[in-house]
């Protein structure tokens, strides 16, 4: 079993709606869990991060995790075309130096 | 400030080869990390350094070896390649070991 799972997609939606990502994953000692944007051809890029449970806001974007049901989220707001992009999680023990992606959710923002 | 990069970009290698990809960073990053990326997988963790000198396995370490003899550079070796080792290797950077910034790259097929 992988430490995380995560749809690969692709999502397809339109300009303007809401978009969910997801992500499962069974250690329970994650402590610190990530989500990157990576465009066609390039490195990821890191959006926001968040400690333990709970929300975390920034701009368009908005990050949830609950650890109980080991489930972390990313929500995007107002779609844009230029979010289309491959979407992926990341999770770390407490001490950083190992970090577990997700296989990445492939989001298509149609104008 | 050219962040992270990568040499070189592109590579095809016979079964049995070596080569040596070079990562840089100008950041004075004390972490630095090597993933490969291959469809339907994610990020996987080849090797990593926690400062000059250092270096630890990661989750997917065979076949490959690392070198950090300066700490702006981290350098990955394969021995003998292998076509399992086509792949989409990233190098990573961090200053707290939390957020990674990613270099641009290098594919590699192995033939």
């Not at chain 2, 394969?78 to 990613?102: D, G, I, K, R, W």
Request: charged residues 20%; glycine residues 8%.
């Amino acid at each position: 079993q992988k430490e995380v799972e995560q749809d690969p997609g692709p999502l397809s939606v339109p300009e303007g709606a809401i978009v969910s990502l997801n992500c499962t994953y069974s250690n329970s000692a994650f402590q610190y869990f990530m989500w990157y944007r990576q465009y066609s051809r390039k490195g990821p890029e890191l959006l926001m991060y968040t400690y333990s449970s709970g929300n975390k806001e920034d701009g368009r974007f908005t990050a949830q995790v609950d650890k109980s049901s080991k489930y972390i989220s990313l929500f995007i707001r107002d779609s844009q075309p230029s979010d289309s992009a491959t979407y992926l999680c990341a999770m770390s023990l407490y001490n950083f130096n190992k970090f577990y992606f997700g296989s990445g959710t492939k989001l298509n923002v149609k104008p | 400030n050219a962040g992270v990069t990568q040499t070189p970009k592109f590579r095809v290698l016979k079964t049995g080869q070596s080569m040596t990809l070079l990562c840089a960073q100008d950041m004075n990053h004390e972490y630095m990390y090597w993933y490969r990326q291959d469809p339907g997988m994610g990020l996987r963790l080849i090797h990593y350094s926690v400062g000059e000198g250092t270096t630890a396995k990661g989750e997917v370490p065979d076949g490959y070896n690392v070198s950090r003899l300066k700490k702006q550079n981290f350098l990955l070796g394969l021995e003998s390649a292998a076509p399992s080792q086509t792949s989409v290797y990233f190098c990573a950077s961090s200053y707290s070991n939390l957020e990674q910034y990613f270099g641009p790259g290098t594919r590699l097929t192995v033939t």
